[in-house]
């Protein structure tokens, strides 16, 4: 499809690619990776023909079309947002409106028979073209896109030039994606979505019938779209087929060999060196130490990339907050005529870690300024428990920097002064190195303030942490920074990201905001969706934890347990079990009793001395008879845990044996007959989950029941 040879760039002294050699065929789906500043956008540039190489070459076909994406700066005007869209499919307007002059003609009484004649030619060739190009189903594909992209119906009629930069941009996205050109070039195209809407990207890019390439920093995005990866380092491009996780593991291998290639080279022509000063002044070695020293010039270095240290940070202590932290009572908040919330009540409880998930514009950003305290609810009241010691970062942090100062003393003014030593450490892990600290904040870039806000964060103590996209314009090595602090934190969470490996790492809580609500739902961002697909497990607007059994595997899984009781007991335990009310006696005992009017006073004076011999035996027999049933439960339990695990390592077998078809070559080259081995794949996964749920429970059942039995 297009091909690059021996391309070269550089900018001044700094050189990008270096006789670069790359292809790329039909239908794949390729990330472009590497560190900051690499030229991963120069290189998409150049393929759109938007930048000239200083020598190479780039090979298109003549009948290529290129689409791309650049990470901003688009807009558009003049039309109606569905106008716009649908100006991707140009070719079919013009014969639409060609076909729509050729109809008014045709009804016109003066136009001579001859002509008629061949306007109806014409006409009837127009159609036939537009018929096969599937120019009758525009509006449909048009109204999809946008809908996808989060645009709802209401917009369609707006004009473009009354959307803001990140709307502007998905408005770009929506016309590359309906004019399906053979090559599509996104750079960063999730940095405006919503998570929904990257869902559907994700969907949508799979079944995309051409090649893409795209530059994200969106880990799980690229995992769940890209079959290979090109790594862009030391001005070369290495291939690496798999998604973006397996990347990470040949990747570290490759440059560990690398590296360990080049502390050989160094220690032997340290050895040579040493030869040659040992002997260069005698006479008898002259002709060896000659050989030695044209042997070292024709030594070509092994090149390395700088070596990255793993930067872990914790965040400063600080007091535990009370169980409660916040609360939202019947809270109401609108802006004029609009009514973000209606009725919201919220609680929010010491150690959540809590996801605000919904689509752009449904009030996430409002429901984090009204837990944070920045605005008060029109209605209702906010509460704070005890002890807060809240931490919110906004959307705008960034914007509230100050100019004046630098890089450096932005976060040495706000540190405490145990954690000033760490600034540098910090910095260096979001990318701010050398003299970069010594910047003034007024000359910094959009992307290098939020990094710069976020890292201040870390510095600052709380145990609640309130954070509006904090992952927005960080790279993958700074995310990890911040998600490795997030993981360890102590405190309560409540954020906001559009990026899912983020969510799917941190949060186990969910709030969708939508419609002027808040709905909870307990659980991991998988199971939000879950949970979706299944609405028939939503509870009167909420959904129930799993401990209560409402999940549909909770009760499978508490019947498992309750089987193994069942089993265990004997016939006469069994029945003496279904006789008994509310866990207490059996109802022979308790009419007996109340026949004989005997009550506990009368028991108290007959038999208050001494407690015969008969009592104790009968009490002896009940004692071993419970210790049977216990041990009967037991070992079915331990049965039960023994057949799970053999379970489970056979679906783990399956799972490894369809992983190393999957890590083929050309694997995804045709997704329809690969569609049926990844379901397969998806299914064992959540069938060794549900699995190692059933696992847990009876573990924890086994050890509850000994610790019983031995109290």
Not at 540 to 554: C, E, F, L, T, V
């Amino acid at each position: 499809m297009i091909q690059l040879s021996e391309l070269t760039k550089s900018f001044g002294d700094r050189v990008l690619f270096d006789s670069v050699t790359w292809q790329i065929t039909d239908r794949e789906r390729i990330g472009l990776c590497g560190p900051n500043g690499a030229g991963k956008t120069t290189l998409l540039r150049m393929m759109a023909g938007l930048e000239e190489a200083d020598s190479g070459a780039i090979l298109r076909p003549a009948s290529l079309t290129v689409g791309y994406l650049p990470q901003d700066g688009l807009t558009h005007a003049g039309r109606t947002l569905v106008d716009e869209a649908a100006a991707a499919f140009g070719d079919l307007l013009a014969i639409k409106a060609e076909m729509h002059a050729l109809e008014e003609r045709l009804g016109h009484p003066s136009i001579p028979e001859s002509e008629h004649d061949s306007m109806l030619v014409r006409y009837s060739d127009l159609q036939d073209r537009f018929r096969l190009h599937d120019g009758y189903s525009i509006d449909l594909k048009t109204a999809t896109v946008l809908s996808g992209l989060g645009f709802k119906r209401a917009d369609f009629e707006r004009p473009t030039e009354t959307f803001s930069g990140g709307w502007q941009m998905r408005i770009a996205l929506a016309k590359l994606l309906l004019g399906q050109p053979n090559l599509l070039l996104l750079d960063e195209p999730t940095n405006h979505l919503d998570l929904e809407a990257r869902n559907w990207l994700e969907t949508y890019l799979n079944d995309y019938p051409h090649a893409v390439i795209l530059v994200s920093h969106d880990r799980f995005f690229l995992d769940a779209v890209v079959t290979r990866i090109a790594d862009l380092t030391l001005r070369k491009l290495t291939d690496y087929v798999g998604n973006y996780s397996a990347y990470l593991v040949e990747h570290q291998a490759r440059i560990d060999a690398l590296r360990k290639a080049k502390r050989e080279q160094d220690e032997e022509i340290a050895r040579i060196r040493m030869f040659i000063d040992r002997f260069r002044y005698q006479a008898t070695k002259a002709s060896q130490v000659q050989s030695r020293i044209k042997l070292i010039e024709k030594v070509v270095p092994i090149e390395v990339p700088p070596e990255h240290k793993r930067i872990h940070f914790d965040f400063p202590t600080c007091g535990k907050s009370g169980r409660t932290v916040l609360e939202l009572k019947s809270a109401r908040k609108a802006y004029g005529d609009l009514v973000v919330f209606r009725h919201v009540d919220l609680h929010i409880e010491r150690g959540d870690r809590i996801a605000l998930v919904g689509s752009n514009g449904a009030g996430k950003s409002t429901l984090m300024r009204m837990l944070s305290g920045a605005e008060s609810p029109d209605d209702g009241r906010r509460v704070e428990g005890h002890n807060l010691v809240i931490q919110y970062f906004a959307q705008d942090e960034a914007t509230r920097l100050d100019p004046s100062l630098t890089v450096y003393e932005t976060l040495a003014s706000g540190s405490p002064l145990q954690m000033v030593p760490m600034i540098r450490h910090i910095l260096g892990g979001f990318l701010f190195s050398g003299d970069d600290v010594y910047k003034p904040v007024r000359v910094l870039s959009g992307g290098e303030r939020t990094r710069l806000a976020v890292a201040r964060m870390l510095l600052c103590p709380s145990n609640t942490l309130l954070l509006d996209e904090p992952t927005n314009h960080l790279d993958l090595d700074s995310k990890e920074v911040l998600l490795d602090a997030l993981v360890d934190y102590g405190g309560t969470l409540s954020f906001v990201s559009h990026d899912r490996y983020f969510v799917e790492r941190l949060a186990t809580k969910i709030i969708e905001v939508a419609n002027g609500q808040a709905i909870v739902y307990p659980g991991t961002y998988k199971e939000y969706l879950w949970h979706k697909d299944h609405p028939q497990g939503l509870q009167d607007g909420r959904i129930a934890g799993w401990q209560d059994g409402s999940h549909p595997n909770a009760g499978r899984r508490h019947s498992v347990l309750d089987t193994h009781e069942r089993s265990a007991r004997g016939p006469s335990e069994r029945k003496a079990a279904s006789e008994t009310s509310g866990g207490g006696a059996p109802r022979e005992v308790k009419n007996a009793a109340s026949a004989s009017g005997v009550g506990p006073h009368a028991i108290k004076n007959d038999g208050a001395s001494r407690e015969s011999q008969k009592d104790r035996n009968e009490n002896k027999k009940r004692a071993d008879a419970e210790g049977r049933r216990r041990e009967r439960v037991k070992q079915a339990r331990r049965a039960e845990i023994d057949q799970l695990e053999t379970r489970i390592a056979s679906c783990e077998a399956a799972i490894r044996e369809i992983e190393q078809k999957m890590a083929a070559p050309g694997f995804y080259n045709d997704r329809i007959a690969a569609q049926p081995l990844i379901d397969q794949h998806q299914a064992l996964m959540w069938q060794v989950g549900d699995l190692m749920h059933q696992w847990e429970e009876l573990h924890v059942a086994t050890g509850l029941a000994e610790v019983r039995q031995n109290g």
